[in-house]
């Protein structure tokens, strides 16, 4: 059995999945555990393992209906969040010792311009994620503490690096180099990176395998809405473009983060209000986006209120949409045409409604869905355009982590 263990560590919270994987294709593999660690180094953190012994080809979802199991300890840090998984997937029968592991595969936020593919994890790899601290304050220190506590656990396992932003690495200069001086560029590394890369890179791959097509013959629009959003144009399977910036605040509207506005409203606030710098980033980063808008950042919640007749939460959704359909107008622009528009990530899975507004009245550029199989709901692939249109619009469920143990798997 090649046993792939997936890690996501967050400033207080661990991720992790156990993959049995019979081989590097996205369709070869059983989801043995799916686990969270929660607000490590608080007294409420909590711990969950979804587990399944089972060989059947399976999902988190089905492994929702299977056997869990819950820890409501304190967990100090990440060194106790560490153990504690590898006590549960014990505990569960999935894994005995972190020995029996193939290898361990890491998402790591930022690589910067340093990482154009995953890599295998050596003193190097560790020493440039360090380097690429400033530009992701947040997640690479919480990567990195998780990357050298597996270490420490299991010696000798090998352990690969998967970057949110490598896959965007192939964007040409047009695309990422902002109207700056150029000097911030190659002093301080202002550019755009993009994120949500291995997201965007699994479900590309998934529409080639649906479409029955080589990646490289097509062109997507990859729509990536969770509680961050994205968009990509992916060109001939190659990120040449994409919304999140050289942070993930640029872009489409998030839950709580603004994307595009005009840079210079933080100087103007700055001025009339007094707002330091870190109130600003908190502003923009936390406070803004549909909760700014509505208050609320879950759409769920937002939709529901928008039906009981809230004006407010019927604007972030009109907002939210129209943002969508500004990127789809920029990328069909970008890539002469596209092939398919593809919906992921929990908003994009799973609101018909949020689809549908998003491509409204864009029957001229070859796009119109089909209200009636966009209204249905599946967990598999959907293809929800109307007959007449020259765009297929699909929904794929994305698994980041399945790409991370995929990529694991490829490079060990
Ligand atoms: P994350 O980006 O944290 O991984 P997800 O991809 O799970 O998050 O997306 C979370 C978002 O998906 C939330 O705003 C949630 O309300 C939304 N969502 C999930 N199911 C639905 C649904 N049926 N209708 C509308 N929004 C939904």
Known sequence: MIKILVLNSGSSSLKFQLFDMQGAESNHFNLLASGLVERIGETN????????????????????????????????????????????????????????????????????????????????VLITIKKLIPLAPLHNPANLTGIRLTQQKAPGIPQVAVFDTSFHQSMPEQAYIYGLPYALYKKQHVRRYGFHGTSHQYVSKQAADYLGKSISELKLITIHLGNGTSAAAIQYGHSIDTSMGMTPLEGLIMGTRC??????????????????????DDLLNKESGLKGICGQNDMRTIVE???????????AITIFCYHIKKYIGAYIATLNGADAIIFTGGIGENSSLIRERACQ????????????????????????????????????????????????????
Not at 308 to 315: F, K, V
Not at 387 to 392: D, Y
Not at 397 to 409: D, F, G, V
């Open 259 to 280: 994307g595009d506005i005009d840079p210079a409203i933080p100087f103007y606030l700055a001025r009339e209000t007094g707002m330091t710098i870190q109130e600003l």
């Open 45 to 124: 953190s909590s711990a969950s393992l979804k587990f399944t012994s089972s060989k059947a080809h399976d999902t988190v979802d089905k492994l929702a209906q299977k056997k869990q199991l819950v820890r409501e300890s304190p967990v100090a840090d990440h060194q106790q969040a560490i153990e504690t998984m590898a006590a549960m997937l014990k505990e569960s029968g999935c894994m005995v010792s972190m020995e029996e592991l193939t290898g361990i595969g890491h998402r790591v936020v930022h690589g910067g311009e340093h990482f154009h593919d995953p890599v295998v994890i050596d003193e190097q």
């Open 305 to 315: 209120q928008a039906e009981q007749g809230d004006n407010r939460a019927e604007l």
């Open 361 to 412: 009245d864009l029957q001229n550029l070859g796009i119109n869905i089909d209200s009636q199989k966009n209204s249905l709901h599946s967990k598999e692939i959907m293809e929800i355009q109307g007959p007449t249109s020259q765009v297929k619009i699909l929904v794929i469920p994305t698994n980041e982590e399945l790409e991370i143990a995929i990529q694991t798997i490829k490079l060990i």
